[in-house]
C-alpha cells in the first residue's frame, strides 16, 4: 500500500521560509518520480515541482522558480521543497504525489498516481 505522509508546514511571515517533507512507503522509491502541488482556498490544485526518479531531472511552476527548491533522499525515500521568500499567495496546503516514471519529472495532476494528504502552509503579511 502506497503511503505518502508530508510535514513541515505551519505560520511563516511574508520573506520567510520552510521546508516541506514528504515521506514516502510502499512504492521503490528511485523508480518514482515525486511532485508538490498545491491548492489554496476557493482554488484549482496547482502545480509547484517536480522530480525525477534520479534528481536528475527538475520542473518548476513559473510562480515558485527561483524561491523553491525541491529535492530528494532516495536512502530515505524523502521527497523535501525548500521554500524561501514565502509570499502570502503562497498560502495552500501542499500535497506530494507520486508516479512510476523514470527520468521525467511530470508537471501534470494526471500523470500522477498516489497523493498525500497535505500540509497547510500559512504566509502571513
Known amino acids: 500500500q502506497v503511503r505518502l505522509v508530508e510535514s513541515g508546514g505551519g505560520l511563516v511571515q511574508a520573506g520567510g521560509s520552510l521546508r516541506l517533507s514528504c515521506a514516502a512507503s510502499?512504492?521503490?522509491?528511485?523508480?518514482?518520480?515525486m511532485a508538490w502541488f498545491r491548492q489554496a482556498p476557493g482554488k484549482q490544485r496547482e502545480f509547484v515541482a517536480a522530480?525525477?526518479?534520479?534528481?536528475?531531472?527538475?520542473n518548476y511552476a513559473d510562480s515558485v522558480k527561483g524561491r523553491f527548491t525541491i529535492s530528494r533522499d532516495n536512502a530515505k525515500k524523502t521527497v523535501y521543497v525548500q521554500m524561501n521568500g514565502l509570499m502570502p499567495e503562497d498560502t495552500a496546503v501542499y500535497c506530494c504525489?507520486?508516479?512510476?516514471?523514470?527520468?521525467?519529472?511530470?508537471?501534470?495532476?494526471?500523470?500522477?498516481?498516489?497523493w498525500g494528504q497535505g500540509t497547510q502552509v500559512t504566509v502571513s503579511s
Open positions: 504525489a507520486v508516479t512510476p516514471a523514470l527520468f521525467a519529472a511530470p508537471a501534470t495532476e494526471a500523470a500522477y498516481s498516489y
Open positions: 510502499g512504492v521503490t522509491f528511485s523508480s518514482y518520480a
Open positions: 522530480i525525477g526518479s534520479s534528481g536528475g531531472t527538475t
